[in-house]
DNA sequence: ATTAGGG
DNA sequence: CCCTAAT
């Protein structure tokens, strides 16, 4: 039953990010990847939780809080069953959290300022409209805990500015929502070209990230194919291995770059942009990038037909029975948590609608040199970091972090009328995540002195009316990995004491090995392996090293553990039937080279042995 | 960093 | 192609 709601509302319930591929391998597969994915679902069913448990139904959708104007994150709004009425009293002024709320930042979509983020989905007919996303950047006044720009390389200093995890109010339907992440590749897929433009001083994206990465993208110039002429088949050779009648150093030649990886989450075609670079040289430039999920259907349908990202089937979560109904909740079940109980009184139910959650700021640090489609997955390798290890909800009353998870709602007061106001929440990481390697050992990227970078983990705060404190867990607490709050403390933050939270570097592999891409798929082509039989003719197997460097070293793609593999696969293939080889077919006198060279080099492999053998 | 081999 | 273990 719940099932069906859910699939009426599109959610199959949660999708969660891919597990980092190096967390599942490495150190065995089950047990880390488990754990993950056990903190990703508590995270997301904190935020489901709350969502689902406190919200409100309206009539109608929330208006849009333009009191801050420019954020219109931030707004947890708190009002009571006789305040429904008062639509008034929907919004309340709510602090924009940002000192700097600044026009820079506000964003378009379609050429519009787009400030309805988010609607409760009783406003909007089901319609998914809700889910929104969007990540901005913080413009100006960054520049103090900004990188330092090497020459020529540079760094983006874009203070990646994400929030809105919208509001999710479905009362009469089960909780349905979706990871952040999720929503972002699905907009990557579906969502159209839009108007991008990159700008002098700063960058606007608009529409999707993807499109908007793609601003600088050049047409993908296909020279792969173009290998030299000197690749050609020539079968009248002289010897040059043990059987060998071919024209000596044959090499590939093919302009490909190495750029041929893709990030693993995203199983749609390789972004054949990838390779240009994106020169964003100062650090007053801004990223901007906005997901709004406008249409859920398209978007939807495009995610069931074209298959762009594999529906991994997960356990539906155990939600609380809020949701078992297809009737509007009442008292019960909008509230239902022990406080009511301890109270005694249904009647006392608080409801608070949660306009949107607003997730950490992050701190991305790219070359200049860096490609758009790196920029991307930097970026979401960011969001994910923070959203997919774990998020647990604070409470915050009148800026006093609630920390008793037994108290009630009438002790702490949240039931109170001239508090609730003051109630806000919190998303905040589980474990901080501050161990980013400012730099990878690219010796390329590596300029003009070290590049200190602040880490600091702010807290995802989002409280209404008040304060100025904003969490600040430590870094030997929150280091340790379980949430301390013993020895958190308030602390009051300076309005653009905006620390970075995360600090991503650009190369993946010397930081945290989350989201470890795959490399693209390319085929060894025809002239590809004639060039690899030919040198393992020559040079034999077992010396994939020198096979590279003979005759694929301007392919850097291609590595001599690629050379190995291929020639297995080559001998594999050649020991079948032609019909059972797939893709472009091999040559069969090609073939017969790979057989006749693995015979003679495998025999005299063993020749040598048994006279090593001999030896001892 | 390479090599060999399983997945 | 990936991932490892062993060199």
């Not at 807290?459 to 030997?476: I, R, Y």
């Not at 293939?573 to 069969?588: H, K, L, N, W």
Request: proline share 6%; hydrophobic share 30%; glycine share 6%.
């Amino acid at each position: 039953m719940v099932l069906q709601r859910r699939l009426e509302y599109g959610f199959n319930g949660y999708r969660m990010p891919e597990v980092p591929r190096a967390s599942r391998s490495a150190r065995g597969r089950g047990p880390i990847r488990s754990k993950l994915e056990a903190n990703q679902i508590r995270a997301f069913e904190s935020l489901a939780s709350v969502a689902g448990k406190l919200l409100q139904e309206s009539k109608d959708p929330l208006p849009t809080n333009d009191s801050c104007g420019k954020d219109p994150h931030f707004k947890f709004d708190v009002i009571t069953k006789s305040e429904q009425q008062d639509k008034g009293n929907l919004l309340k002024e709510e602090p924009c959290e940002l000192g700097s709320c600044d026009e820079e930042t506000f964003l378009y979509v379609h050429g519009l300022p787009e400030r309805r983020e988010s609607y409760t989905l009783n406003g909007v007919s089901h319609s998914q409209e809700n889910f929104s996303y969007e990540i901005n950047s913080v413009s100006k006044s960054l520049d103090s805990e900004g990188i330092n720009i090497g020459k020529g390389l540079g760094a983006v200093d874009s203070r990646i500015f994400c929030g809105s995890y919208s509001n999710i109010v479905v009362n009469d339907s089960p909780l349905s929502g979706e990871s952040i992440v999720d929503l972002l590749k699905r907009k990557r897929a579906t969502e159209p070209s839009q108007d991008t433009s990159i700008k002098k001083d700063r960058i606007e994206f608009l529409g999707s990230s993807e499109d908007v990465m793609e601003v600088e993208e050049r047409p993908h110039e296909l020279v792969s194919s173009g290998h030299d002429a000197k690749t050609l088949f020539s079968r009248d050779c002289k010897n040059q291995g043990p059987f060998l009648r071919h024209r000596s150093n044959i090499r590939v030649v093919n302009r490909d770059d190495d750029k041929n990886t893709m990030t693993k989450e995203f199983e749609h075609p390789p972004d054949n942009g990838d390779r240009t670079i994106m020169n964003l040289a100062a650090s007053g430039h801004d990223g901007k990038i906005r997901q709004v999920n406008r249409n859920w259907r398209t978007c939807y349908a495009h995610q069931r037909s074209q298959k762009i990202y594999p529906f991994k089937k997960r356990k539906l979560f155990n939600w609380s029975p809020l949701n078992t109904s297809d009737r509007g909740c009442n008292c019960e079940d909008i509230f239902n948590s022990p406080d009511k109980i301890v109270n005694g009184d249904n009647c006392c139910a608080v409801k608070l609608s949660i306009k949107s959650f607003k997730v950490p700021e992050l701190f991305i640090e790219v070359p200049t040199t860096a490609t758009v489609g790196s920029l991307k997955r930097t970026v979401m390798e960011a969001v994910t970091s923070i959203l997919g290890d774990g998020l647990h909800v604070g409470i915050l009353v009148q800026g006093k972090k609630v920390r008793d998870d037994n108290k009630t709602l009438l002790q702490t007061g949240i039931s109170q009328d001239d508090k609730r106001h003051n109630l806000g929440f919190i998303l905040e990481p589980k474990r901080a995540k501050l161990t980013y390697p400012p730099f990878s050992e690219d010796p390329s990227l590596v300029s003009g002195g070290s590049q200190e970078l602040t880490r600091h983990s702010t807290s995802l705060v989002s409280q209404p009316g008040t304060s100025d404190f904003k969490e600040v867990p430590s870094l030997a607490s929150t280091s340790i990995g379980k949430t301390l709050p013993t020895c958190q403390a308030l602390v009051a933050v300076p309005p653009i004491g905006m620390k970075a939270l995360a600090v991503v570097p650009f190369h993946r592999k010397s930081g945290h090995q989350e989201y470890v891409q795959r490399r693209m798929r390319r085929p060894f082509s025809v002239p590809e392996v004639e060039a690899l039989v030919q040198a393992v003719e020559k040079l034999g197997t077992g010396r994939w090293r020198d096979v590279k460097l003979r005759a694929f070293e301007s392919e850097k793609h291609r590595t001599y553990v690629d050379l190995k593999d291929k020639w297995k696969t080559l001998v594999h293939t050649a020991r079948i039937s032609p019909q059972q080889r797939r893709g472009e077919p091999v040559p069969q006198e090609l073939l017969d080279r790979v057989l006749a060279t693995h015979a003679y080099w495998s025999h005299r492999h063993a020749k040598q042995q048994a006279q090593a053998k001999a030896a001892v």
